[in-house]
């Protein structure tokens, strides 16, 4: 199917659109209507799984386009090993949000054209070839983003959103200087993303350098490396449920997606240069993450600085630049977090919904009355804290193996990391549902309904099968992890 | 045959998987299940045996998992002596286990799901003896570590059981993150994780010198959590909140003893390393003689038996450090059996009287008279007297020790205070007259389902243990052995005075606890000191407390303080700083800038009013002033 990615990024964008057509009083149409838009991509996505042809790292589904020939901008999609993923991972977490929103009362139209809009951004983002449209889509997010925590949220609403919002603009200023750097010293003047790959290691070695570090900045941001972190706690617990999941699930993933495909391979020397201090600023997010994540009083919060102890795997394993197992490592941990915490954050929006309280010590012996609920988190806490057999596992696991033999007493604080997690999420599980149950909530506590058991299912299968089977995600990745390699090697 | 071993895990992963998913409402049918899987187990590992029995392998069947670069890891099987053994050993006790818990769980609202948990534990155990490498017994280690947590914790309501639960697997994980750094550096060193691969490399020298001697420590850290070695035991005595039949499959015969299975399948690297060896061999002796110590003054009777578990396992562990894996092995296989019968006895105990505390017991014998006689025997097999297994095990425990007299008097110690605790606990309960009435009166034998397994475990007592026998041409030793098969000849001075040790502590016991000879308080009053230190279990709990768990929680609420003020304080300041700067600017803009600019409109709209004045637009006033031009440049001139 010709035009495969244009469809994904843009069909989100015309059903926005369209939805905008609707009458405010119709909510289950628009509902309807966006969860329609949603599996079109979805579905796309999955026909895009079929017809990649994972032995190759060259780019697929290419689509190439004159845009603003004065300045050399094109219109050009395409991917590959790294971004076919994150593509299936967009669409399918942008599916089960939707229905994860159908609770939303409040201008019920406005809240699915903006969810649609994010959509475009984050597909655009993870299938541009062209500096210009991966900075247009990468701004584009950002709107819907603020609106969306902005007039949805908690209490805190506005100081988060804004925060959020001047937070990544003020990376995104970094990374324009990086990419005007880039566009004026390459003869002829280019934004294409293969041709400044191209180009990389003839780029002057002090200019690598200082882009390297201004890309490090707007992608740190977004990861959130220690210490840019702070903005994601905030942004987590005022977010609306489904709002947190895209963010956590995705948004998330930019910040270590950028690195990958843009820092690495277009800057090698710089990128040799500074493996070392990313290592260390990934490992201090893990532990750091996971000392704070203990003295968490509101589950959401704890969910929300857990993501930065787990997103601190990515940037170790991605330091180990000259393994495949610390990039493939730092790959798997990109989407096993994306499935596991939009789970939790699922889930936290399920006893938020009944509770109106996310404060842990409310809560207790919740196993007692609400089974399935219980069940479906303590599987995904086990996925969190990196049990075997689950997703969390084999990344961990695969980012260690790729970075102790460059960093091995990095990686030895690292592993300790392993245990707090497992410190402060057990903690949490015997204070919500473990004991005698609180009496306070009787009654007023029913299990899962279907719709939002429907919401977890798709999640909890893929970690499973990543757990058990890891192939059917790494055969993806293989090739192009490679040829990654050999280009930072450069 | 051997390939399709992978039959006998799958089997009880199948049975968990309908449990949850289907027949949970249906108790029986649920149950059924699960002991249909388990028994279906049994038979194809007897299979298994006789097939190994003929070809002792090893017999390697695998697969590759995952793959990066030039490195993969596999999922696989292996089939040895050692597994073969193992197989039969965990199926065996799982299958006791589950009937008896037909009866001891009966009546429990949450019965299903207990026969989940445990078909799960069985599952991840039996992967766990056949896995062909490092990563996948990990894989597996960690998820006996799981099933331990969720039935350590099934009584979760009460809060003792929720604490001991995640104290179990947040202290075995801390022996896990060694584990890690011994694979990574196995796998660094060896480009394989495949236990065949690597020993080659250790055999040929590749893996040598401080780095072999460092992955054999590390890997160690792992097999001291999960077997609950010093300085790593704490969790196993609280581990006794769990549901009696779990202690006995799981914190007793099975799962406790992977640690030393761990130790026994990654011998070759103690061999080679001898340092390594040294230290697992110190630290399994030490373990023992501090856990029996402890065990000699506890008064709940399950705790007594955890602290035998511990004291045991030292000795496994010990004997493997000095290179016995004959030794080790074999008592781990006779220990399973007694220890499990010990805890499913004193299981039976409890039901009858509700209630750990032996203080309470007394004169049960007389109303439970199975339960009463197969204690007795499985405490004469663990005190090692002849000829019951425990006998034939220790015998060669404590033959290993010869050449190392320091380890060999600390043997003997341990040797006598086992017989000592395991007889005060006998005749605490089950003779003399009863100490509380009330429990004696409601007291009653346990049902079939409950006796039958510990008939069937009490056989075993006696008699697994004459597999290794050392006459038999055909005995243990020369089907599990490391290297060459030994013949270890029959040391009659050791047996001697293992023989006597024993009993000695069991004369010990009977004089003060049967016949009342020597008071015991009088003994706990004349060393009060050292009485309420072992009481107290040498406060590893509150020492840890202290150093461990106290400053953590500190050290997490400054960093979050950190977090919030520091950092964030960082952020928030950027922005107020930012905020300030742009009405600073604010300031400078309507007031400098623009007033620079407005006052040069004043200037001239000033100088422009004045001006003005000339500017009447009369004819008169510019003629006259051109004459009074005129008039002064005349002058001028």
Redesign the interface.
Known sequence: MSGLLSWMIFIPLIGGVVILFFKQEQKSAIRAAATVTTIIPLILSLMMLWEYDPSTPAMQFVEHASWIPALNVFYHVGADGISVPMLFLTALLSMISIVASFGIEKRVKEYFAFFLLLETGMMGVFAALDFFLFYVFWEVMLVPMYFLIGVWGGPRKEYAAI?FF??TLFGSIFMLVGILLLYFNTEPHTLSFLELIEHGPAFDHNLQLLVFVFFFIAFAIKIPAW?F???LPDAHVEAPTAVSVILAGVLLKMGTYGLLRISFPMLPYGTNYFIWPMAAIGVIGII?GA??????KDLKKLVAYSSVSHMGYCLLGMAAVT???GI?GCMFQMFAHGLITGALFILVGVIYDRAHTREIAAFG?L??KLPVYSGVMILFV?GSLG???LAG??SE??V???S??TFTWL??IA??G??LT??YF??MV?KM????FNTKWEGKLPDMNFREIFTVVPLAILMIAIGC???IL?MWM?PT??DL?RLIAR | MLQNAWIIPALPLAATVLIIFGTHRNRAVSSGISIAAIVSGFIYAVAILFNVLHDHGPHEFYFKWLDFGSWHLQIGLLIDPLTAVMLLVVTIVSSCVQIYSLGYMHGDPRFSRYFAYISLFSFSMLGLVLSNNFAMIFIFWELVGLTSYLLIGFWFEKKSASDAGKKAFITTRAGDLGFIVGILITLYACGTLNFGEVFTKIETGVFAGGLLTAAGIFLFCGAVGKSAQFPLHVWLPDAMEGPTPVSALIHAATMVAAGVYLVARILTIYIASESAGMVVAVIGITTSFMAASIGLVQNDIKRVLAYSTVSQLGYMIMALGLGAYTAGTFHLMTHAFFKALLFLAAGSVIHAVHTNDMQEMGGLGKKMKITALTMFIASFSIAGIFPLSGFWSKDEIVASTSGHPIFMVLTLMVAFMTAFYMFRLCFLTFTGGPRDQHKFDHAHESPKTMTVPLMVLAFLAIFAGWVGIPWLSHGFSSFVYHGEPHHAAFHFDIAGISLFVGLSGIGLAYLMYYKGTISPDKVAARFRPLYTLLYNKYYFDEIYDAIFVQPLYAICDFWFWFDQHIIDGLVNGAATLTLWWSIAKNWFDVYIIDGAVNGAGYTIRGTGSILRFAQTGRLQNYALIIFAGVILIWFLR
Do not use: D, N
Not at chain 1, 433 to 436: I, M, S, V, W
């Open positions: 925060k001047l937070y210490p972190h702070t903005w750091y000392l704070v994540c203990m003295a968490q393994s495949v197992a493939q012996g196993w007692l086990m049990l075997p057999g596992f084999v696991f695969m260690f193996i790729g102790f033999p990686t030895g592993v300790l392993v245990l497992a410190g057990l903690r015997q549902f473990l004991g005698e089977y890891p192939k790494s293989q992890i490679q390699v």
